[in-house]
């Protein structure tokens, strides 16, 4: 984390100061712009990369964080305005309910470390989600808070980077083995996905109201849930599929009224 967004700090910098687009705004917009990035970046990733430290699965860290966008959409009336329904409250509620399904079975209530671990993942659903409402809250009332694309995700960069700074020299010392599969994913975490993934959801954020948005989302449980099976050996677990089922079910009920309300406005 402390190397992929020191470099990305880097590159921006270097990309806004060739440019002659470097600049630091006053605090009241710089402040909200890096608390977005921070929470996006670094409490997310954070959490995600903890849970799967302690021997969370992967396709179960990717089924609680789906929760994430609909809880975005869930939540954005009470701080954007963009009301949510009935049938929002209801399909969240069913999706709530297959991703217990899925912990409760794995969970190992003898061992409150092993249960906690399953736990942590929710902390990142709270850190996007909050992310995702302050920088739609921007996008629809505060406008003047909002910074060109380049600058907000060196603003993002800078934050989460500032924050890993005392991490990596206190508790590693800074080690590093420099081989070239490190380097190789160090370069897909920053290109692609914190340049390209990130500034393409903020993107779609800024164009679509939060429950449109969310739709993307909900294709990564059964995506990272096959890969982890292929890849690392995971195991899938009858209530893993329930619980799967469940949460589309779910998402189907909640984005089928959100894609029918849209198409009437």
Known sequence: MFW???ILTLILFLYLLITNRLCFPEWRITIPNMLVGLLAHGVWLTGVLFSLNLGVPAGIVALI?????MATGAFSGLTTGEQTSRHQWTGLTIAFAGVALTILARMDFSDLGTSGAYLIPFVSVAAMTSANLIEREMEIAEHWRLLP?????F??????FMVFILPAVFFE?????????????????IVPVSIGAYASMW???ERMEANRFAAFFYFSPPVTMLMAWVAFGDTLLLTDLGGLTIVFTGVIFTQKHSFKRAGKD
């Open 155 to 160: 603003l993002q960069s800078l934050a989460t």
């Open 65 to 69: 964080t789906a929760l994430q966008p």
């Open 173 to 189: 010392d800074l080690k590093t083995q420099w081989k070239p599969p490190f380097i190789l994913t160090l370069m897909w975490l």
């Open 4 to 6: 992929r967004y020191g």
């Open 203 to 205: 993107k779609l954020l």
């Open 149 to 153: 694309m380049d600058q907000t995700l």
